[in-house]
């Protein structure tokens, strides 16, 4: 069984590392390649920097963070945020970047995933789909940073994205997110059956036996959380040998 990916997720805007819940109420979490060295050193499995107002203030992703980053950190790591365009990829590999994610542009023009693939190889192309239940049950893609609805499903857009070329999904619950409350089980396992490819779950988790759920029940490939770990309230150690207790398959520095 492969072993199950606990990432650090750092939302970057004007070069800080924030937070919120339910994407607005953004508060100070640090600086971003401080806090990533320090879960690299801690047996973080992978790290996403997402400019999470890049697309919105129509801004490119800092290529000279990701350079940064890249000078600090010996795991993989994950960059989005006003991806666009081949060139814009390129430009991010180029500074030491693992992976990119795509979210509102690759909606937009789905054939970016396609050239992207194509160029880039799908493992390295990451679909990041923000996702809200509705009063009819459905689960939709938001974009825009979770500001614009639309009336796609969320599966619907996940299959047609991984038939052009995505090598991963990263799934977003906004009911969930920064609530702590625990990840979106439905929808992530729905995801998870349907595709050939790992789902990341993220939004909503705030204790251990979260993780535990998400892995067991959501039967997601990893999870993806940003304020238990920057205002420490859960460790990755004490959360890899929690998850190791529970039989659940993960790397151990």
Known sequence: MLTKR???CLDIKDGRTVKGTNFVNLRDAGDPVELGALYA???ADELVFLDITATVEKRKTLSELANRISHHINIPFTVGGGISSVDDVSVLLQNG???ISVNTAA????????ELAREFGSQCVVLAIDTKKEEDGEWYVYLNGGRTKTATRCVDWALQAVDLGAGEILLTSMNHDGTKQGFALDITRSLSEKLPVPVIASGGG???EHFVAVFREGKADAALAASIFHFKEIGIPELKQYLQGEKIPVRIL
Not at 107 to 114: D, E, F, H, S
């Open 6 to 8: 606990i990432i650090p």
């Open 41 to 43: 050193q801690q047996g």
């Open 107 to 114: 909606y937009k023009k789905p054939q970016l995933i396609n």
């Open 206 to 208: 705030g204790a251990m």
């Open 97 to 99: 970047a693992d992976k």
